[in-house]
């Protein structure tokens, strides 16, 4: 399967906890996305990366939030004393740097569940 | 405030018959447009995509038609079929960034 992978599929935590999700892109992509999904709602743009470098971030990212794409291959997302208003389904993208205007490629996403 | 809009949260259509989904835009400089399909448990997967200089993009039974006047496109798939139910999102990218900018979906179900 050489589609964008993501793990965990789900995880459950307990408020205050710190969780780590990991994002495998589509291997010739330079361009990494993460994005965040609550119920009803359309993904939410966090932040964007161009090979190793964070270009791009979100208000929605806040302090606790810090993603990291070390090496410009897989990236990493990581939320720090988690908040139940950070259950979300977190899905990460990625597209070729010379492709199609913004085809982003998602993978199935990470299910976060705070308690 | 919602700069991209999907204001029927669902559709059913029978199979065979058209099923048309609506997005309207509020940001002018929005020049690009994409549709999005995603089943339960899994990603959005591209659809189609449209740019501003367009106002057609056909591709098989999927044909996306942009009204730049009215800030108004609609994804048309003819025939439908089952397989096509899910959420179709309509999506756009902000002015020089690559960050997309989501509606909230609209549920097709396709009724055999």
């Known amino acids: 399967d050489t589609g964008v992978s993501q793990n965990p599929r789900h995880k459950i935590t307990k408020r205050g906890q710190n969780v780590t999700f990991r994002c495998d892109p589509i291997?010739?992509?330079?361009?990494l996305y993460w994005y965040r999904q609550t119920l009803g709602q359309g993904p939410e743009f966090l932040t964007y990366f161009q090979n190793e470098a964070q270009l791009e971030k979100s208000r929605l990212l806040s302090d606790r939030f810090s993603a990291e794409r070390p090496k410009g291959s897989f990236s990493t997302l990581e939320i720090q004393r988690t908040e139940q208003g950070d259950s979300a389904m977190y899905l990460c993208?990625?597209?070729?740097?010379?492709?199609?205007?913004?085809?982003?490629?998602f993978g199935p996403g990470t299910r976060l569940t705070v308690l | 405030d919602q700069q991209v809009k999907q204001n029927s949260p669902s559709l059913s259509v029978q199979e065979g018959r058209i099923s048309i989904l609506n997005c309207d835009y509020t940001n002018s400089m929005f020049d690009y447009f994409l549709w999005y399909k995603k089943y339960p448990a899994e990603g959005p997967t591209f659809l189609i995509s449209i740019s501003s200089i367009k106002d057609k993009n056909e591709d098989g039974r999927f044909t996306v038609f942009l009204n730049k006047s009215a800030k108004h496109l609609s994804l048309h798939i003819v025939p439908s079929q089952p397989g096509d139910s899910a959420v179709y999102f309509c999506?756009?990218?902000?002015?020089?960034?690559?960050?997309?900018?989501f509606g909230k979906g609209t549920k097709l179900s396709v009724i055999p």
């Open positions: 291997s010739e992509h330079n361009r």
């Open positions: 999506a756009a990218p902000e002015a020089g960034s690559y960050q997309l900018t």
């Open positions: 993208a990625s597209s070729l740097l010379a492709g199609s205007y913004n085809e982003q490629f």
